[in-house]
């Protein structure tokens, strides 16, 4: 088997966040009601796209599980401290971690049966908190955020209006958001907007 094409890694030292000097932390919106919703930007992070080739879903899944050591299967999505990964479509995952060098482990793990490419230098993960995430949330993407109808570590894909976006449940009210770079201030700025009515907290 030929040697594996690894894509440079994330130099954390030399990366710099998209939203960097476009919003401070604190309380805003609602006074009244405190900060119901915290918001918080993850960065930096290696994101990978794994796709499986036709009949080999099983092994790449089993794959992605071997270098993550997530609880993935085929079927089910994976949340734990150190990294997540979801199913955006057949045969085919997001997977984000902490740790850099993610991508190659990915690669070399996966193999001949599928691909990884990584995203890690085009898309932004943005996570909201709270009790009221949902009903934040539902203003932005036409899902239902119910938790029998969006079980914890389940992901999809969708869009808010032509903006591609990702959303996974990795807590009980929490959802992490990942949309492309260049789209990361626009949709920040629709994410405070939609959370000021309930007020919120950014760290």
Known sequence: MAEPFVATPVIL????????????????????????????????????????WPGAETKTANAIRRATKLALTKTRDAVSEDAQAFRNAPGRWTVIAGD????????????????????????????????????????????????????????LATKHHEIFAQIQRVGGDAFDIIVFRSYARAFWHALTRASEEVGYAVE
């Open 13 to 52: 030292e030399a990366a710099e966040s998209p939203l960097a000097g476009h919003y401070d932390k604190g309380a805003f919106g609602n006074p009244d009601l405190g900060a119901q919703v915290t918001l918080t930007e993850r960065f930096p992070l290696a994101i990978c796209d794994v796709f499986a």
């Open 100 to 155: 850099v060098a993610l991508p190659e482990a990915l690669t070399r793990a996966v193999g001949d049966n599928g691909t990884v490419v990584d995203l890690s230098h085009g898309r932004t993960v943005l996570r909201i908190d709270g009790e009221q995430s949902r009903r934040v949330l539902s203003k932005l993407f036409s899902i239902d955020f119910h938790p029998d109808a969006f079980p914890t570590e389940m992901g």
